[in-house]
């Protein structure tokens, strides 16, 4: 377990190389052998790391790396006036909830990698050698974000993963549409960062420190500021804005779809699996913090059902099958800040994981079928490919029936457990909730019917032909021969990925179900305090800060609750400030619920089997019937424009403004200064001309002509002046005798 | 017996032959050997009041005024010399170079 630093380094260093020396003198085999080959030493350094964590006793699961110091010790002062010591190291610190996302990140990075050796065969040498390079840098940074022992090494990797967005989005950088994309997420993501680090700032000045466990262990010790908005709840609050720029959340999620401009690959791994994920699982880090505040969680779960909402209804229209995908992930990203604002942290980072699995198998699916359909991404121009793709289809209806949430699938038991816990805490979100379950259900189908079934809408091809292009003749890749399964390292992956959607959801079965929970259990030390240490270790841990510690010695909920019964510790701050409805239903109720919920999944299969399968007249009729609902979705609401008109219109009015300020005031000020001294030195030039140097020529010339009769006497000639001495001295001598 | 006036009347003999050479002279070591002349008269007339006097400084000024004139004869000779280097004449109607 020393060696978990290696694990973000592999990727890394595979990056390096193949973006040094890979781009210019690597083939396709090297630099896809390479990439592959440090993703899968990550993935088993990953395996043994998490066997190694399994076998530790569930309250000392959690191992601390610190490899390096990156900024030594140094005083700073924190808010209350005292000093504290900022140091931060390189540190690394493998616990459940890290473990748990590093499987997550190296299993799909890792099965993404093998996809991509195949999608992305037809680029150049050069371009594929990139293309692996940035993937390696991305799985490096994320890496170290999900790592990182304190806020600042996690930010690193923020920021890491957020430029490896911005450059796999802007891959194809010759497409307009595609640098525009890239640079839309960048700067979308600045605005969450922004208050991602003035967070990070408001920690320290609090705390003392960035250190995650010491942060938890101290504000474990405060009161949960459930009467006001303290200073707990501004943290909170901050860094939700750095988890809604990440995660694509309301108000900041308009950059994701965008984002589907990039590789396929790269949809599938950044923007479903991993990178959005972050935000989540930076909430899910700071559970402690979040569940002491508990206005800022209903601040995250109502901003999160609304997010899932809003998403989903966008993607029930929306033709372009990966933006079907992508607003479906915005809406699964809402459902996990649902489930942390309820304060269902493990049930969050449980529909992370599944998430992952079978979004990332939907997005690789859909790769293969843009693959099979040689670019073609608009859903229109598809249908019937179940019998030419009939390992996609498998495997795309295995995701698809995951994320509607039909048991036994993975979906089921996150989403279900999601509901349930939303259900404890208020039942109007909790019926939000479910209507975005139903639409789920609806716009996944309508993917699927629009895709696999009915009739063949795309171009045609020359048929006779539909098999000899492998054979790599003059025609070779140029010519379309209709749709085809994808290569073998695609549909292995994609079953890979199968497998893991079916299979990811058992670690989380439910207690009513008969099942354990494993995964709550597993994942509750790194969302509670250590009461111990909070305790008892309250001024240490805490450095500089008065906490105020013997105020009050027993008002510590995550502590209290945990003692208490394990199942619902991390609940327990949220659920008594949305109105004291906590606490169990029967276990029949448990089960009417998930029947419920089954029961709506199916409805929505059903209307979208009936809508786009049966008839797909209706559809056509409810569009034009209801033509003012269906402009506003497909238009997405008009957000884009919205923003457009207001905060991208306002900053480049306001920098016309700023600009025409500078050109004509500031400008016009150094000009008028500059012409203000032309002129005054012009001035003083003719003064100098012709008073000063006047006045001196008329002084010269005076003495010029005054002195010209005097100047005949100088004859220079000694013996003259000798002579006129001569006489002189005659002259005053005989004077002086004379007068005597 | 030699008296006062004989003195007197030597000295000035020597002077006006002195004067007469600076004034008229145009070759410039002439006019310098006329103000060694010069000098020579007044000479005579210091050491004759000396003796006369019987005050023993007429004496000390008259060897004061031999150093004078040797220091002077050597930075003049210099000039004369440099001068000739330059112009190749000892004539002084030449020498107005520093007129206006």
């Known amino acids: 377990m020393d060696l978990i630093w290696l694990i973000p380094l592999l990727p890394g260093l595979g990056a390096a190389i193949n973006g040094i020396a890979g781009i210019r003198f690597f083939g396709k085999r090297v630099a896809g052998l390479l990439a592959c080959t440090t993703m899968a ?6 395996l043994n790391a998490f066997r190694l964590l399994l076998v530790l006793p569930a309250g000392e699961r959690e191992f601390d790396v610190q490899l390096l110091t990156w900024i030594s010790a140094m005083p700073l002062q924190l808010s209350d006036g005292s000093i504290g010591t900022f140091s931060i190291p390189w540190g690394f610190r493998l616990d459940p909830l890290s473990a748990m996302m590093l499987l997550v990140v190296t299993g799909v990075g890792f099965l993404i990698h093998v996809y991509s050796t195949a999608y992305m065969h037809e680029e150049t040498d050069g371009a594929y050698a990139r293309f692996f390079a940035y993937l390696n840098l991305f799985c490096f940074f994320m890496l170290m974000l999900v790592l990182g022992d304190n806020f600042v090494v996690m930010f690193v990797g923020w920021e890491g993963v957020g430029l490896c967005s911005y450059l796999l989005i802007g891959y194809w950088y010759e497409k307009q549409s595609a640098s525009d994309a890239g640079k839309k997420a960048f700067i979308v993501n600045r605005i969450g960062d922004w208050g991602f680090i003035l967070g990070i700032f408001l920690v320290y000045m609090t705390f003392g420190t960035l250190d995650f466990r010491a942060v938890a262990d101290a504000a474990g010790g405060l009161p949960v500021e459930a009467g006001g908005f303290g200073v707990i709840s501004l943290i909170t609050l901050l860094l939700f804005v750095g988890a809604t720029g990440k995660s694509a959340q309301i108000p900041l999620y308009v950059w994701l779809p965008d984002a589907m401009e990039g590789p396929t690959p790269v949809s599938a791994l950044i923007h479903a699996a ?45 033709n372009d099958i990966k933006r079907v995908l992508a607003y479906s992930t915005v809406s699964q990203l809402g459902y996990m800040f649902l489930a942390m604002g309820v304060g269902a942290f493990a049930a969050g980072a449980f529909h992370l994981m599944t998430h992952a699995f079978f979004k990332a198998l939907l997005f690789l699916g859909s790769g293969a079928v843009i693959h099979a359909m040689a670019g073609e991404q608009d859903m229109r121009r598809m249908g019937a490919l179940k019998k030419y793709l009939p390992v996609t289809f498998v495997t795309m209806l295995i995701g698809t029936l995951a994320i509607a949430g039909i048991p036994p699938l993975s979906g089921f038991f996150s989403k279900d457990e999601i509901l349930y816990r939303t259900f404890l805490s208020s039942r109007w979100i909790w019926g939000l909730a479910a209507v975005t379950a139903l639409l789920t259900a609806f716009y996944m189908f309508r993917l699927m019917s629009m895709t696999f079934f009915g009739a063949y809408r795309g171009p045609v091809w020359q048929p006779g032909h539909g098999h000899d292009h492998a054979g790599g003749g003059a025609s070779g890749h ?5 749709p085809h399964e994808a290569p073998r390292a695609m549909t292995i992956t994609l079953m890979a990925l199968a497998v893991g959607a079916i299979l990811a959801g058992f670690v989380g079965m439910p207690q009513a179900l008969y099942g354990n929970n494993a995964i709550e259990r597993f994942l509750e030390p790194s969302f509670t305090a250590r009461h111990a240490a909070a305790a008892s270790g309250e001024h240490d841990s805490a450095g500089g800060i008065l906490l105020a510690a013997s105020a009050q010695p027993a008002r510590d909920p995550a502590s209290e609750e945990s003692a208490q019964e394990s199942h619902d510790a991390e609940g327990g701050a949220a659920q008594e400030s949305h109105g004291g409805e906590g606490g169990h239903l029967s276990q029949a109720g448990e089960i009417g619920l998930m029947l419920l919920s089954v029961a709506i999944a199916l409805v929505g299969i059903g209307v979208a089997y ?115 001495m001569l006489f002189g001295v005659f002259a005053f001598v005989s004077l002086y005798l004379l007068s005597r | 017996m030699v008296t006062m006036t004989h003195y007197l009347v030597l000295s000035t003999a020597l002077f006006m032959i002195g004067v007469i050479g600076v004034l008229t002279r ?22 004759a009041f000396s003796q006369h006097l019987q005050n023993v400084v007429g004496q000390v000024f008259a060897v004061f005024v031999i150093c004078v004139a040797a220091a002077e004869a050597a930075v003049g000779l210099g000039i004369i010399l440099a001068f000739y280097r330059n112009k190749e004449t000892v004539n002084i109607d030449e020498m107005s170079l520093m007129r206006w």
């Not at chain 1, 140029?478 to 209709?482: C, D, K, S």
């Not at chain 1, 957000?639 to 025409?660: F, I, K, P, Q």
């Open chain 1, 610 to 724: 009936r809508f786009y399968v049966r008839a797909p007249q209706i559809a056509e009729q409810l569009a034009a019937r209801w033509a003012g609902a269906h402009r506003v979705l497909s238009n997405k609401y008009y957000v884009d424009e919205l923003y457009g008109a207001t905060v991208v219109r306002g900053t480049m009015l306001s920098a016309s403004g700023l600009w025409a300020f500078d050109a004509k005031v500031v400008d016009g000020a150094v000009n008028g200064s500059g012409w203000l001294t032309i002129f005054s030195s012009w001035f003083s030039h003719l003064l100098d001309k012709y008073l000063v140097d006047g006045l001196v020529n008329f002084v010269g010339a005076v003495l010029e002509n005054a002195s010209f009769m005097f100047r005949k006497m100088q004859t220079g000639l000694v013996q003259n002046y000798a002579l006129v």
């Open chain 1, 478 to 482: 140029a010519a379309w021969h209709g």
């Open chain 1, 274 to 318: 991993t990178m959005v994920t972050a935000g989540v699982y930076m909430v899910g880090r700071n559970a402690v913090l979040f569940s002491h505040a508990p206005d800022v969680m209903l601040i995250v779960a109502v901003v999160g059902v609304l997010t899932a909402l809003m998403a989903a209804t966008i993607g029930l229209v929306q």
């Open chain 1, 41 to 46: 030493a990550a993935l088993l350094l990953s």
């Open chain 2, 26 to 47: 145009r070759n410039i070591i002439v006019v310098f050997m006329s103000i060694e002349l010069m000098l020579n008269a007044v000479n005579i007339n210091l050491i």
